[in-house]
């Protein structure tokens, strides 16, 4: 059980049932699909019902990439799937910069959610240049 959402006569605080990071952890090499962000949750956010995740990306697509998929999963790369937008193509070609989001709900919350990308074909490494990461407990 999460912690209560606490309230005031001046505004209602729920810094204990959200969690945002806006790190890049890293960036794809090749097709490799690869963690970019991460957000941890501290060890009193836990859910009764969900966690909602909602993850950003912009990034430029490496050399020969013809397909982008971002994914968030639970803990790491190997972690079960919590979203995915599956192979997209639109717009997708070698030194484009794209944003792309991606959203989920979990109803077994975990400490850590990643966002990983996958560049399709990819030559050469992806850049990522930002990432936006954040859970909600519900």
Not at 48 to 75: K, N
Not at 113 to 128: E, W
């Amino acid at each position: 059980m999460g912690s209560p959402i606490k309230s005031s006569g001046l505004d209602v605080d729920l810094t204990s049932r959200i969690a945002f990071s806006t790190t890049v952890v890293g960036s794809p090499a090749a097709a490799a699909e690869t963690i970019i962000g991460s957000v941890t949750l501290p060890s009193n956010f836990r859910s009764a019902e969900a966690v909602l995740i909602d993850g950003w990306a912009a990034f430029t697509v490496g050399t020969s990439g013809t397909a982008v998929r971002l994914r968030l999963r639970r803990t790491d790369v190997n972690g079960t799937t919590i979203a995915d937008t599956g192979a997209l193509t639109g717009g997708v070609a070698a030194a484009g910069l794209l944003a792309q989001d991606v959203a989920g709900a979990d109803t077994t919350s975990v400490a850590v959610y990643v966002m990983t990308l996958t560049v399709t074909a990819g030559a050469a490494a992806s850049t990522v240049s930002a990432v936006r990461m954040t859970a909600f407990t519900i």
